[in-house]
C-alpha cells in the first residue's frame, strides 16, 4: 500500500520531525507527505478555500480520498485497520489522505472524500495530527500482519 498525506503547513526538524522520520522507517507501507502552504492574511473562510485549492493541487487522481477532520467519524484503530484493508480488497493500491490547516478542511473538500475521520472530540494541533496518522498508519500494518505492536 501506498498512503499519500496531503498536508497544510511544513513540518520544521524537532522532536515531530524525529518521531515522523522513525515510523517511517518502520513501515513497510509507502507513506509520502506533499505539504502544502498559504500566507494566513484571510478570514477563515477564505483561507480554508485557498487551502482547499492548494490541496486539490496535490491529489493523486483516481485514489480514493479520506479527510482528517474533527466532524468526521470516531474510528477505533481496528476500524481504520478494516478500512484500509477494505480498499485494498477492492482493487485500490493507494490512499490519499488529507489535513487541513489551523481551521480546517473546506466544505467543498469534505464533499469531494469517500470518508472523514476524527481523531476525537479533543482539538488537536494539524502538525500533531500528522503523527498520530503515520503511527495509526503503522499499527494498521501491525494488526493486518498480526505484528506484536498492536496488543
Not at 38 to 54: G, I, V
Not at 60 to 80: C, H, W, Y
Request: charged residues 25%; glycine residues 6%.
Amino acid at each position: 500500500m501506498k498512503f499519500n498525506i496531503i498536508a497544510v503547513g511544513r513540518m520544521k526538524s524537532g522532536p515531530l520531525k524525529t518521531i515522523w522520520d522513525e515510523y517511517q522507517k518502520r513501515l513497510k507501507w509507502k507513506v509520502t507527505i506533499k505539504e502544502v502552504v498559504e500566507k494566513n492574511s484571510f478570514d477563515k473562510n477564505e483561507m480554508r478555500k485557498r487551502e482547499a485549492t492548494l490541496l486539490r493541487a496535490n491529489i493523486s487522481q483516481d485514489v480514493p480520498l479520506i479527510a482528517m477532520d474533527q466532524r468526521g467519524k470516531n474510528f477505533t484503530s481496528e476500524n481504520l485497520s478494516n478500512c484500509i484493508d477494505d480498499f485494498r480488497t477492492n482493487g485500490y493500491n493507494q490512499l490519499n489522505f488529507l489535513i487541513g490547516g489551523s481551521d480546517g478542511l473546506d466544505e467543498t473538500i469534505l464533499q469531494s472524500c469517500q470518508l472523514c475521520i476524527s481523531m476525537g472530540l479533543m482539538t488537536w494541533p494539524h502538525m500533531l495530527v500528522r503523527i498520530m496518522l503515520i503511527e495509526q498508519i503503522y499499527r494498521s500494518q501491525c494488526i493486518l500482519t498480526n505484528h506484536p505492536y498492536h496488543k
